[in-house]
């Protein structure tokens, strides 16, 4: 059992920057795979927005984020982080954590939520305009 627990939102103006914590509990943080996923308001389902790998050698984003965020991890302190340089107003979301020793990088399965095991309860970024 894994337990996440997010912190570092709030409220921001498009073209400011956050950092988003992610610290975990529990059995061998060091082992999963971490993800950052976000639900807007009005949206549907929680949308990827990036991952690391579980030696933090490897990570991916989505496009709309590339160049702008940054994931990094520090597994002596069992935390997960999500630099966001540059936010827009339509990044406004909650911003949820999430550990996966399943998934992979090299089939796609870290896009989806449902290769991750373990959730935060989410933190909320507000981007004013």
């Known amino acids: 059992q894994v337990q996440l627990v997010e912190s570092g939102g709030g409220l921001v103006q498009a073209g400011d920057s956050l950092r988003l914590s992610c610290a975990a509990s529990g059995r061998s943080f060091s082992r999963y795979n971490m993800g950052w996923f976000r639900q807007a308001p009005a949206g549907v389902g929680r949308e990827f927005v990036g991952a690391i790998s579980w030696t933090g050698d490897t990570t991916s984003y989505t496009e709309s984020v590339k160049g702008r965020f940054t994931i990094s991890r520090d597994n002596a302190k069992s935390t997960v982080y999500l630099q966001m340089n540059s936010l827009k107003p339509e990044e406004t979301a909650v911003y949820y954590c999430?550990?996966?020793?399943?998934?992979?990088?090299?089939?796609?399965?870290?896009?989806?939520?449902?290769?991750?095991?373990?959730w935060g309860q989410g933190t909320q970024v507000t981007v004013s305009s």
């Open positions: 999430a550990a996966g020793s399943r998934l992979s990088f090299y089939d796609g399965t870290y896009l989806s939520p449902s290769q991750y095991d373990y």
